[in-house]
């Protein structure tokens, strides 16, 4: 992945929470998400998981 995240390993803030828990019910692709919310893609698949959420795939 050519992209660099700065925010290495940052804590997740209650609104980027709120804002990841809309995306995905909005049937919001994966990357399309880590790219709101400037997460890496692994971070975002490992939180939904913890959260019970789903993400929607690529078809």
Known sequence: MSEKFERHRQPWR???LQ???ALAKKGMP???IAKAL???EESIKDR???D???IA???
């Open 19 to 21: 804002k990841l828990h």
């Open 14 to 16: 209650p609104d980027e």
């Open 57 to 59: 795939r690529l078809r």
């Open 38 to 40: 400037t997460r890496s």
């Open 48 to 50: 939904a998981k913890l």
């Open 52 to 54: 019970g959420l789903n």
């Open 30 to 32: 994966l990357k399309s």
